[in-house]
């Protein structure tokens, strides 16, 4: 019974490959996130949806392109991939947008770009 | 911009003592909450205590426990008792209303036996 569930787990490409990250939550939750931790375990956020739309868009490339399709699903594809994109990629989900509301992180995405 | 500021790279404890992770944080917002995280080595990340700005009581739960400064713009955890369970990495983490979470460099503790 995963509550936030991501695929892969682990991700090894090559530069400038088109890759997809999937999450999925079980919780009834209508805001994802996607987040970025870099080697350095430097935790960033990086978009947010709720109930479908975009609520969050951080300064990141254009390459990076969030979907969600229901409130379930949040998929993060990133076309033309760089060594710097390495990272390991979290999804999470929370009730709400609101500040006390707790965030629930899936396992991470460990991506490797060689 | 809400940054959050964690100065101690690295911290040891010996198991069943106590140690204080500190979290120092910069806004001008009045309604925020404060979160400390845990990541173990399986990279999870872990809610371990969550403080309302609103509030002045400081937060507790179990062995952990926070020293919430508001004015000081301080949100220290303390955690008692340690385990060998507690190492881990621990993010301190700021959340605006609008629901953007700022993180904290991170603090790799360390539990000796």
């Known amino acids: 019974d995963t509550a936030v569930s991501q695929t892969p787990k682990y991700l090894v490409t090559q530069m400038g490959n088109d890759k997809s990250i999937k999450c999925e939550q079980n919780l009834g939750h209508d805001t994802m996130y996607w987040y970025k931790q870099d080697s350095k375990k430097f935790l960033k956020i990086m978009f947010s949806y709720n109930n479908k739309e975009l609520i969050i868009n951080e300064t990141v490339p254009n390459r990076f392109s969030p979907k969600s399709p229901d409130k379930a699903h949040l998929n993060l594809h990133i076309n033309s991939l760089e060594l710097g994109d390495s990272a390991v990629y979290f999804c999470a989900s929370s009730p709400g947008t609101g500040p006390s509301y707790e965030q629930y992180f899936g396992p991470g995405t460990r991506l490797t770009v060689t | 911009a809400q940054t959050v500021t964690q100065s101690q790279p690295e911290m040891s404890v010996q198991e069943a003592e106590t140690v204080t992770l500190s979290c120092t944080y910069d806004?001008?917002?009045?309604?925020?909450?404060l979160f400390w995280y845990k990541q173990p080595p399986s990279r999870q990340m872990i809610l371990v205590i969550r403080q309302e700005a609103y509030k002045q009581q400081n937060a507790t739960e179990n062995r952990f426990s926070v020293n919430f400064q508001k004015a000081a713009k301080s949100f220290s955890l303390k955690i008692s008792d340690s385990q060998l369970g507690d190492a881990a990495m621990y993010f301190c983490?700021?959340?605006?209303?609008?629901?953007?979470?700022?993180f904290g460099d991170g603090t790799t503790l360390t539990v000796k036996p």
């Open positions: 806004t001008s917002e009045s309604d925020y909450y």
């Open positions: 983490a700021y959340r605006n209303n609008a629901g953007k979470s700022t």
